[in-house]
C-alpha cells in the first residue's frame, strides 16, 4: 500500500541498468509484489462503509487501487468526498486494518519458493514499501516472515517515501552492499522510478495491481516479469 504520490505512472523516468549476475541483495515493495493484500485492505475499507450504513464494495472493484494508498481506496468507497474527508477518515481506515492484518491475504504463488532460493543462494532479502512500518511488520509476522527479512524500510520510516530514492539507499546502506549489486522488484510505477533513481537493477512484477490505464511495459525497468518463476531466472536463481 502506497501514498498519495502523482505523476508517476504511464512514464517513469530514470535508466534501466542491466543485472550483472546474480545480486547480493534483493530489496522487493511489499503488496501487490511478495503478498496479496488486497483481500484485508477491501475487508477494512468496507468494515467502514457498513458502519456508515452503505453496501460493501465487490474486492474487484479495489483491488486495481492498492498499489496506489489507502487514500485511493477511500476515494473510491467515497467518491463524494473532497481530500479533507478523505484524510479524515483515514485514521479510521488504518485501525480498522490493524485489527485484521492477516486474515486472508496470502504471498503470491511462487514467491515462498523464491524466497527459499535466494536463502539457499546466500542472498538476503528485504522490503521497501510505502506501507506504514508498523502495519507492514505486522504483515511480517502475520506470515512468520520476520527473521527472513534482513531490511524493512516502511513509509514512514524516514521523511520521505518513493518515488524518492531516499528508502532504497536507505535500505542498501543498513545491507552494506552498492546499489547496482541489489535488484528492487515493485509492481507499481514509483518503484521502478525509485529504483532507477536509486541506481538498482529493476523488475517489474506483473501480477501485482494495476488501474486500466497503467502501462508497464513503458515503464523502463530491467525486466518485466510474468510470475514468480521469471523472476528466479532473472535473479539467476533459477534455469529460465
Not at 505512472?9 to 503478498?35: E, H, M, S, Y
Not at 460493501?56 to 468507497?77: C, F, H, N, T
Amino acid at each position: 500500500m502506497r501514498g498519495t504520490e502523482t505523476g508517476v505512472n504511464t512514464a517513469v523516468a530514470g535508466i534501466a541498468r542491466p543485472l550483472q549476475g546474480p545480486p547480493r541483495a534483493v530489496l522487493f515493495d511489499l503488496d501487490g509484489t511478495l503478498v496479496d493484500t488486497a483481500p484485508d485492505l477491501a475487508a477494512a475499507v468496507n468494515r467502514l462503509r457498513v458502519e456508515d450504513g452503505r453496501a460493501a464494495l465487490d474486492e474487484a472493484e479495489l483491488r486495481p487501487l492498492v498499489s496506489k494508498g489507502g487514500r485511493a481506496l477511500l476515494a473510491r468507497a467515497y467518491p463524494e468526498s473532497d481530500p479533507a474527508a478523505l484524510e479524515a477518515r483515514l485514521p479510521r481506515f488504518l485501525a480498522a486494518y490493524a485489527e485484521a492484518l492477516v486474515v486472508h491475504s496470502r504471498p503470491f504463488p511462487g514467491i515462498e519458493a523464491l524466497l527459499d532460493q535466494l536463502e539457499s543462494h546466500g542472498c538476503r532479502w528485504g522490503i521497501v514499501t510505502n506501507k506504514p512500518e508498523a502495519l507492514a511488520r505486522g504483515v511480517l509476522a502475520g506470515l512468520g516472515w520476520t527473521a527472513r527479512c534482513a531490511v524493512l524500510v516502511g513509509g514512514d520510516t524516514l521523511p520521505l517515501r518513493k518515488p524518492d530514492p531516499a528508502p532504497l539507499a536507505h535500505a542498501v546502506a543498513r545491507l552494506g552492499v552498492p546499489p547496482g549489486t541489489c535488484a528492487y522488484v515493485g509492481d507499481d510505477a514509483r518503484d521502478i522510478a525509485a529504483g532507477n533513481a536509486a541506481g538498482m537493477p529493476t523488475a517489474v512484477a506483473l501480477w501485482g495491481y494495476r488501474e486500466a490505464g497503467d502501462c508497464p511495459s513503458r515503464w523502463p525497468a530491467s525486466a518485466h516479469c510474468a510470475d514468480a518463476g521469471a523472476l528466479a531466472a532473472w535473479l539467476g536463481m533459477a534455469r529460465a
